[in-house]
Structures are given as C-alpha cells and as structure tokens.
C-alpha cells in the first residue's frame, strides 16, 4: 500500500500564480485533510472532508479551495500565491473519527 | 472554538520517563490523539484516547480525562531515537472529521 501521496514534494511559486497540490490515498478513508504547518509551529487544519462530495473550512481557509469529486482524491488549490503561504503542507486521511489520521510526506512551498 | 495548551520543551536523559502533558478547551470533544514528528518528517499517529483512563502501545502511554479536559503521554525507557515533537489532537463530535492539533512539544533525550 502506497498509503497518502502528495506531489509535488517541493515547489517555488512567484507571488500571484496558483497552483494545485495533489493529494492520494488508497485506504478507502472517507476523512481527508489539509494542514499547513510553519517552521516551529503546529498543524493548522485548512480544509477537511468526510466524503466524496462533502468538504468543510478548517482555521485558516482564505485562499485555498478544495474538493473532493472522489474517495481517493482531495487536491488542495492555492488561488492566487502569497509570501504567507510559504509553509509545509500535509494531506491526512483516516477511517472516521476515533481513528488515527495516516499523513502523507508533505509539499515544501516556497512563495517568492 | 478549539484550543489546546502542550509545554513546548522537555528535555530528559536517555532510560528515563517523561510525561508531556495537554489540556485542552474544545466543544463537542470526541478523543485525544498524540502524534511524533522528527524533523523534516510527517506526523505519525502513536495513540488514542476516547474514554477516561490509559492505553498503553508498549513504551508508550496515553491517559485521558474528560472531567479535567486534560491529558497526558508517557514514554518510558527513553531511547535517543525519542529525540521528536509530540502533538496532542482533539477530535470533534459536532464537526466529523474536523482534528484540531496543540502547537507541539519538543522533546530533547540526552545521553
């Protein structure tokens, strides 16, 4: 099992471009999550999702969209890059509620 | 809202136990979650708790109170590759699938 991947692993984006990173998993969860995290920081939850079709905002979701069209995916989209979206970014998934999230390897993003 | 409160350092010597604390103010809670992150790593889930009391997954150990809205993990028998950030994470009853994390604590093992 591949379990949760994210491409790219790293990006450098100039400030107004956007972009999608893409997020995999093959354990057939239904929750699938976005956090970003900055250097020395915790997890910060964007975006989530409970099932195909089904997405909610987490804290800070200005200037990311999602959507999840299937089980397996949950791409994040960066609608128009800025400096303070510099930061790592996780894609989680896990069963339901009670269950541990399984992360994938992180997006480095750097915004110049 | 959520929030949670974790120390953000502990240090201890190599064969000794720690215990990293979190207390949390959440609506809805469902359970606690603790993650171990190493640098440049992603978190990997080491326990959960949705009931009051202790789990235990060998060396490592999570309690939980709901009445107090805290909770703890216990590594015992520490060993250098311990060296990582923990994070506590509530989970929501009201919001399914919405996990919010503490701000992490550092633990540094010394020989």
């Known amino acids: 099992n591949a379990g949760v991947t994210q491409t790219p692993k790293f990006q450098v984006l100039k400030t107004g471009q956007s972009m999608t990173l893409q997020c995999a998993q093959d354990m057939n969860h239904e929750y699938m999550s976005w956090y970003r995290q900055d250097p020395g920081m915790g997890l910060r939850l964007i975006h989530y999702s409970v099932g195909a079709g089904i997405t909610d905002q987490g804290e800070v979701p200005n200037g990311y969209n999602v959507s999840r069209s299937t089980t397996e995916d949950f791409p994040l989209r960066l609608l128009s890059a800025a400096p303070s979206q510099t930061s790592v970014y996780f894609c989680?998934?896990?069963?339901?509620?009670?269950?541990?999230?399984?992360f994938g390897s992180g997006t480095r993003l750097t915004v110049v | 809202g959520q929030s949670l409160e974790q120390p953000s350092e502990v240090t201890a010597v190599e064969g000794a136990i720690v215990q990293i604390n979190c207390t949390y103010q959440?609506?809805?809670?469902?359970?606690l979650s603790w993650y171990q992150q190493h640098d440049g790593g992603a978190p990997t889930f080491l326990s959960y708790?949705?009931?009051?009391g202790l789990e235990e997954t060998g060396r490592f150990s999570s309690f939980l109170s709901r009445s107090d809205s805290y909770g703890y993990l216990l590594l015992q028998e520490l060993q250098m590759k311990d060296s990582a950030s923990y994070f506590c994470?509530?989970?929501?009853?009201?919001?399914?699938?919405?996990?919010?994390f503490g701000d992490g604590t550092t633990l540094t093992v010394k020989p």
């Open positions: 959440t609506s809805g809670f469902y359970g």
């Open positions: 989680a998934s896990t069963h339901r509620t009670g269950y541990g999230y399984t």
């Open positions: 708790n949705g009931l009051d």
């Open positions: 994470a509530v989970s929501s009853n009201t919001n399914a699938g919405k996990s919010t």
